[in-house]
């Protein structure tokens, strides 16, 4: 089963979060929450797998608790999927930055919500990774300079590959493919990156090949 928690300040779009989700047979709602302070206490008690975080809500907003989850080492496995009434918004960026997996426009499909929490839960790949590069690249282009990460010094050669290949938003079945490989050594590598950067999750690696400058806004993983 997959844990999930809502937090939005909207009664009635919890609402229907919870009947599109528990129609599924692998999908638990575990629990809600109407402001981000809540969604951050929830989030520690509940231990859900996914939580849907509205970015918009009063007193702490939903990209200062995605701060709070992902700083937060005892909410590691928590994958936090930022909700947003624009396809484009300041503060999405921002969020994918502070550790949120992606983000779904409120107005999504419902197959298509129930698809991304799988995703999301699994860690597979970003959320709607079209939009999300285009939003990446939007905003990690206003970055003035790039700032050159030493921890990138420990990938080798084939790593830095699969690398900007994700930073391209490209699935592991879509790097395999690209790069020739199996399926599964594809996901072995994007395993072994995230590892050695620390990082989260394909999100975080996404935010730091275009931030140290490995990948330029624009670009679709050429290298």
């Not at 990209?63 to 624009?86: H, M, N, Q, S, Y």
Request: glycine fraction near 8%; hydrophobic fraction near 45%.
């Amino acid at each position: 089963m997959i844990k999930v928690l809502l937090a939005d300040d909207q009664r009635l779009v919890r609402a229907g979060f919870r009947s599109i989700l528990e129609d599924e047979d692998d999908f638990e709602v575990v629990g809600e929450a109407g402001d981000g302070a809540e969604a951050v206490a929830k989030c520690r008690e509940l231990r859900p797998d996914v939580i849907l975080l509205d970015i918009r809500m009063p007193g702490v907003d939903g990209l200062e608790a995605a701060r709070r989850i992902g700083a937060d080492p005892r909410l590691d496995d928590v994958k936090v999927v930022i909700l947003t009434t624009f396809d484009l918004d300041d503060y999405v960026y921002g969020a994918l930055r502070a550790g949120a997996s992606g983000f779904l426009v409120k107005d999504t499909e419902p197959e298509e919500l129930v698809h991304a929490v799988r995703v999301a839960a699994r860690g597979d790949a970003l959320i709607s990774p079209g939009i999300t590069r285009r939003l990446i690249s939007e905003f990690a282009g206003r970055v003035k300079a790039p700032s050159p990460s030493p921890r990138l010094n420990a990938l080798t050669g084939r790593e830095r590959e699969v690398m900007h290949l994700v930073a391209a938003g490209l699935t592991n079945d879509e790097i395999a493919e690209r790069l020739v490989l199996s399926p599964s050594t594809a996901k072995t590598h994007v395993s072994r990156i995230m590892t050695k950067l620390d990082t989260r999750d394909r999100a975080q690696l996404v935010i730091l090949a275009y931030e140290s400058g490995m990948v330029r806004p624009g670009w679709l993983g050429g290298g």
